[in-house]
């Protein structure tokens, strides 16, 4: 295996002749020494659970993972709560079973980097011990019936992904001549064959019983096997699981829409589904099989895919939370260290710096500087020295129409926006067509929110409409559905995006316009109902931080007689409203401090029998628990016209004609008139 025989030779000489590397290697050994004091790197004998169910159930925040315990009954939630049951521990032994995995990979890069014995002896025993552990787990009881059930997880798919790390360990030692004796080398044989047997029946559910080949389930059995037939240098296997239904390259043609985004329209199972690419192509080089460069049956190829996250990120590198995926946490980071790390060694897309910088600090890096095992393993020793010191590459408007999302950019204009008019998503999507992020080049001020972990209660607050910046009717949600984009142009001077739907609602049509120009993006949101009875239109945004206006007056939402509650779902608290804005003549005006000296204003206009509100909401999936401050413009009646204006600076003013549908927009001395024409859309006249 010449080309395995590279990758220990790569991460020896990344260490001698790069300072980041060498401080890398020292601090992963530092750690693990550290690790070793504790006691803590023992295998548990018991399987793991569900990691989703690591919630805590009153503040729904993920609950702390130390990883120098090594055992845990009780477990603590960021605000001091402490929980106890099985759901909890099966869900910490999961952690657990994770970072030992973790460990056994890290300590065999250690020992190809430093050659210091004692660590490939480290990974060596953890990954015997875990061999000769896994004929014992059973085939899970308590995993719930829609899953897939694995040994030492209640999830066959959590144990393709450990599988792949502690594989990935073994043939790391094996690449840098570490010997196993016949004893070792029998239970890693039984571990890899009874791993074999499971990921090839659990595919053919997926691929031949439930015609489900293009489950993200799929590419992470195809990469655990991938991983079996690199370790048992079977390259004809591999070469056939390339070449197979449901294999690497059908599942890249069915996975991936031909715009490179992951089918399901979720951010987090792109990066998912790419990472399990990625560990394959590794696997196939170490068989002296090329994949980089392979492309699915409509163009789609791991270049696409990372490109595509070059261009979703916001300025800082923040990756948007679209539909179901966590908006921060440690776990993901280091994922996405992972593939952007890959993403400039193999194609050196420069997009991908900020990813990787806000990557790093997420991971603990101040300065988003390379640290941890991704940075040892991954780090390019020629396209970046150090993503902290890369600037960002300015970057134009973005059109994803199989996918169904659009970005827009102007270069003199420091406020951006993405809209998600795409297809629902399926178990992962959320009903939020045409909802709006919109993005400062200092922070995000209304992102998509992701979701908590799947075992909290408040995980149907987050897929609901009214999470979401955009319009609900009756405080219901949307259905499942598809929108369209009617226009999309970007010239020198703007860009403009026309979204449409019309089976959100039943007899309802709704028609997004935004026009980002170097000043303001101005954002004019049309409904129109053709039922019999007038509903409650409603228009939402939720800012991360709370509007500032004089014209805003505040309630006691302890009085819900007087300032009622909005009901949104059965099994969902109610919102109560907080605040009212007194319109003065036709428009409100209010701003956002996004950090010192960094302010949006926004101003909004409030037509007669509208009423625009602040209601409190749970807060962001990181922490629900902290309410923020949502707004809510609404009426009463069959049409809507909800027109609302975005700057940095001093504050704009409306004039608007009814007759001629016309706006005209005065901000910083200068007036343009805008023109809403049924046929075109939006026109700057």
Known sequence: MSDAVRVGETIRAKVQRLAWASEVANSLKEEMDG????GSLIIPLEPGGWWHQYVCPQHHTELLFDPSVADATQFHCPHGCVVRGAEYRGAWLVYKHQQLARIALGAAGVYAALRDDAYAALSKRLIVDYAAQFPVYPV?????????KGRA???ALTESIWSTTLIRAYVLLVDEGVVFSSDEQQKVDVFLHLLEESMRAYRGILIHERNNAENNYTAWLNASLACVYAARRERHELEALVEAEGGFCHHLSIGVKPDQLEFEGSTYYHVFVLRAYLIFAEMAKRCGKDLYASEGSLGQSMRGMMEALAELADDHGVLPALHDGPMERLPYAR???EVAEQGLSHYAVEGLVPILREAYRQMGSADGSRSGLEALLYGSTTAITNPSNVPAEP????????????????ASNPLSFLVDFGEHGGAHGHLDKLHLTLMHKDRTLSPDFGVVPYGS?????FGETTSHNTVSLGGKSQAEHTGRCVRFEQTEASTYAWLQSDAAYEGGLLNRHLLLTSDWLLDWFEVTLTNEEDLSIEWWMHPVVAPQSKQLTERSFADTLQYPLISIHENLVDLPIVGRFAPEALHVSMEYRLKEGSEISQTAMVLPNQELLTVQTTGHSIDPSIPLTALLHRQMGKRAKFIHLYHVGTGAMFEYDPAEDRLGITFEGRTTSVHMSPEQGLLMV
């Open 153 to 155: 997880f209640h999830q």
């Open 335 to 337: 994922e996405i260290a």
């Open 35 to 38: 690790l070793l004091a504790s």
């Open 457 to 461: 209660t408040l995980r149907p607050w």
């Open 395 to 410: 970057r134009g408007s973005k059109l994803w129409p199989a996918s169904g999302f659009v970005i827009g950019r102007h």
């Open 140 to 148: 899970h009881p308590e995993a719930q019936p829609w899953m897939l």
